[in-house]
Antibody
Framework: EVQLVQSGAQVKKPGESLKISCKGS????????IGWVRQMPGKGLEWMGL????????RYSPSFRGQVTLSADKSISTAYLQWSRLKASDTAMYYC??????????????WGQGTMVIVSS | QSVLTQTPSTSGTPGQRVTISCSGS????????VIWYQQLPGTAPKLLIY???QRPSGVPDRFSGSKSGTSASLAISGLQSEDEAAYYC???????????FGGGTKLTVL
């Protein structure tokens, strides 16, 4: 079964760092892009960026460039989303997702279960 | 605000046909295929329509997608209570060099 499993919920303080993960299984992880999506409480979906685990080619949405870092370790089929200094406004659910077709970046049919990040003093 | 524009909410009664619209520009919908996602409360999004009008395996044919110029639509016929969810359109944006979402439409089944 093809699936993405994300790391568990996190409660952090403003200014702290954080790295959450997304582990793929059931397919060749290095050949599909991984996208990250933010959903703030009660709000809509926002694309944060994309990473190609095969060569770590990374594309950031303009709103998130410089705010987060995407990375991947293809040897363990895991993608990461990290912050160096969290803000209260980073409180949200974060999803990773995989497109339906190798090499494409449009239709994402495999989604992780989401990682809730709460940033509060 | 979102690059793609959707009406925030709509409603329908069981059995009715509803349409959800998504408006964009030549840099996204006008030059790209459109994707639709369904998000049930408390769950991850689910791919509903890809390539503007294609349904993944398992998606009922009550759901259909279309596009005209820089606007797209999702139609749901024979509305059922389990269709109550948020629906998001998405497309690749050439100017932003990445995918973009609509703001979402919350469908209530009365």
């Amino acid at each position: 079964e093809v699936q993405l499993v994300q790391s568990g919920a996190q409660v952090k303080k403003p200014g702290e760092s954080l790295k959450i993960s997304c582990k793929g299984s059931g397919y060749i992880f290095s050949t599909y892009w991984i996208g990250w999506v933010r959903q703030m409480p009660g709000k809509g979906l926002e694309w944060m960026g994309l990473i190609y685990p095969g060569d770590s080619d990374t594309r950031y949405s303009p709103s998130f460039r410089g705010q987060v870092t995407l990375s991947a370790d293809k040897s363990i089929s895991t993608a990461y989303l990290q912050w160096s200094r969290l803000k209260a406004s980073d409180t949200a659910m974060y999803y990773c997702a995989r497109p339906s077709t190798v090499g494409t970046t449009d239709a994402f049919d495999i989604w992780g279960q989401g990682t809730m990040v709460i940033v509060s003093s | 605000q979102s690059v793609l524009t959707q009406t925030p909410s709509t409603s329908g009664t069981p059995g009715q046909r509803v349409t959800i619209s998504c408006s964009g520009s030549s840099s996204n919908i006008g030059g790209s295929t459109v994707i639709w996602y369904q998000q049930l409360p408390g769950t991850a999004p689910k791919l509903l329509i890809y390539d503007t009008d294609q349904r993944p395996s398992g998606v009922p044919d009550r759901f259909s997608g279309s596009k005209s110029g820089t606007s797209a639509s999702l139609a749901i016929s024979g509305l059922q209570s389990e269709d109550e969810a948020a629906y998001y359109c998405a497309a690749w944006d050439d100017s932003l060099r990445g995918p973009v979402f609509g703001g979402g439409t919350k469908l209530t089944v009365l």
